[in-house]
């Protein structure tokens, strides 16, 4: 049953487990629904029964000694093997769920959006050049309708599996798009015989001052402060180093933006990875003529919006047909850290 429907019906209490933007969002789209929300509680280090949007948050044990049986909504996004195996603990006691919230945009993952769209996911879905990722594309689908944790994690492989997808050649010019403190530079340079060039963008300031130094020793690197955006121009974005920065239509500060083909400027490219926080169809756009010229290998976040399951890759295949496309999923709930990947080889 989808998710949403599932906590309208609902006969246990439903409570949080997390606070912050996460939660935030969750009791939005609950209030929206005329969906209550009878408590809050978080991991045992952070609880200082401090006041969260009008609930005082809890331990887990205290609100299972108040409520006994509960429906629990995991309210915030993890990769951290402990954290996931606290989940996975409290799953084995309750009726648990990870909700789908996008990261940009206000549209829900849920049975109508699916039915909708429903032509375009098996167009991609028959476009995947490998048996897993097929697993993937529909472990991931019914994981974000259905808000159950099983769907993910028989979708999860290893992260080293994303480097035998691309094949990296020596000589590669990598572009990454959302470079953050440029650790996926550090790990592209590790998995390189030699490289050409690698161009970064990261607009968070913090991160950027970071990424430099991170990569100061390094030879034949570019690093830009700004977004990513299918025009050159400027952006509004949100300066918070973390997941919540993000380009805003309002508010923030002003910040450079560039599009791919202005920054490479004709010149060659071999890998593009897109991580920029619900711009990625726009970054396409802003890349087509370097991505239809050179073919190069892509990996594109496929987590942000909902639609990014379906209208990324097709915007790709329209814009360079004939690549291998594969999808994959590394350990993270709710359902982030989900990629897809070209390989035009």
Same mark, same amino acid.
């Given at each position: 049953?989808?998710?949403?429907?599932?906590?309208?019906?609902?006969?246990?209490?439903?409570?949080?487990?997390?606070?912050?933007?996460?939660?935030?969002?969750?009791?939005?789209?609950?209030?929206?629904?005329?969906?209550?929300?009878?408590?809050?509680?978080?991991?045992?280090?952070?609880?200082?029964?401090?006041?969260?949007?009008?609930?005082?948050?809890?331990?887990?044990?205290?609100?299972?000694?108040?409520?006994?049986?509960?429906?629990? =909504?995991?309210?915030?996004?993890?990769?951290?093997?402990? $954290? @996931? !195996?606290? *989940? +996975?603990?409290?799953?084995?006691?309750?009726?648990?769920?990870?909700?789908?919230?996008?990261?940009?945009?206000?549209?829900?993952?849920?049975?109508?959006?699916?039915?909708?769209?429903?032509?375009?996911?098996?167009?991609?879905?028959?476009?995947?050049?490998?048996?897993?990722?097929?697993?993937?594309?529909?472990?991931?689908?019914?994981?974000?309708?259905?808000?159950?944790?099983?769907?993910?994690?028989?979708?999860?492989?290893?992260?080293?599996?994303?480097?035998?997808?691309?094949?990296?050649?020596?000589?590669?010019?990598? =572009?990454?798009?959302?470079?953050?403190?440029?650790?996926? $530079? @550090? !790990?592209? *340079? +590790?998995?390189?015989?030699?490289?050409?060039?690698?161009?970064?963008?990261?607009?968070?300031?913090?991160?950027?001052?970071?990424?430099?130094?991170?990569?100061?020793?390094?030879?034949?690197?570019?690093?830009?402060?700004?977004?990513?955006?299918?025009?050159?121009?400027?952006?509004?974005?949100?300066?918070?180093?973390?997941?919540?920065?993000?380009?805003?239509?309002?508010?923030?500060?002003?910040?450079?933006?560039?599009?791919?083909?202005?920054?490479?400027?004709?010149?060659?490219?071999?890998?593009?990875?897109?991580?920029?926080?619900?711009?990625?169809?726009?970054?396409?756009?802003?890349?087509?003529?370097? *991505?239809?010229?050179?073919?190069?290998?892509?990996?594109?976040?496929?987590?942000?919006?909902?639609?990014?399951?379906?209208?990324?890759?097709?915007?790709?295949?329209?814009?360079?047909?004939?690549?291998?496309?594969?999808?994959?999923?590394?350990?993270?709930?709710?359902?982030?850290?989900?990629?897809?990947?070209?390989?035009?080889?």
């Amino acid at each position: 049953m989808e998710l949403w429907q599932r906590l309208k019906n609902a006969k246990k209490p439903i409570v949080l487990y997390g606070m912050g933007n996460g939660a935030d969002r969750i009791l939005d789209v609950l209030n929206e629904m005329g969906v209550e929300v009878q408590g809050v509680f978080a991991s045992d280090g952070f609880v200082r029964h401090q006041n969260f949007r009008g609930f005082m948050v809890c331990s887990y044990q205290e609100l299972q000694q108040q409520f006994g049986e509960m429906m629990v =909504l995991v309210a915030f996004g993890t990769q951290r093997p402990e $954290v @996931l !195996d606290n *989940i +996975k603990k409290i799953a084995s006691e309750q009726e648990l769920y990870v909700p789908d919230i996008p990261v940009a945009g206000d549209t829900l993952f849920d049975e109508t959006f699916v039915k909708e769209h429903l032509p375009f996911f098996k167009k991609v879905f028959e476009m995947l050049s490998d048996d897993f990722s097929k697993v993937v594309y529909e472990n991931i689908i019914k994981g974000k309708l259905t808000g159950e944790p099983r769907y993910l994690y028989a979708a999860e492989s290893d992260p080293e599996e994303a480097w035998r997808l691309l094949k990296l050649q020596s000589n590669e010019v990598y =572009l990454d798009l959302g470079a953050y403190t440029g650790d996926t $530079v @550090l !790990d592209f *340079i +590790k998995e390189t015989v030699d490289y050409e060039r690698i161009i970064a963008v990261e607009p968070d300031r913090k991160n950027y001052k970071k990424c430099v130094e991170n990569l100061r020793d390094y030879p034949r690197i570019e690093i830009y402060h700004g977004c990513i955006d299918e025009k050159q121009g400027e952006q509004r974005f949100l300066m918070d180093g973390g997941r919540k920065s993000a380009v805003l239509s309002e508010g923030g500060v002003a910040v450079s933006s560039y599009t791919v083909d202005e920054i490479l400027s004709g010149r060659r490219v071999s890998y593009i990875k897109m991580d920029v926080e619900g711009m990625e169809r726009k970054a396409i756009l802003g890349a087509k003529e370097s *991505i239809a010229r050179y073919r190069p290998k892509i990996l594109i976040s496929a987590y942000h919006r909902p639609e990014d399951l379906y209208d990324l890759p097709l915007l790709v295949d329209s814009i360079a047909a004939g690549g291998k496309l594969y999808i994959r999923h590394f350990p993270y709930l709710p359902a982030w850290d989900t990629n897809f990947y070209f390989n035009f080889d």
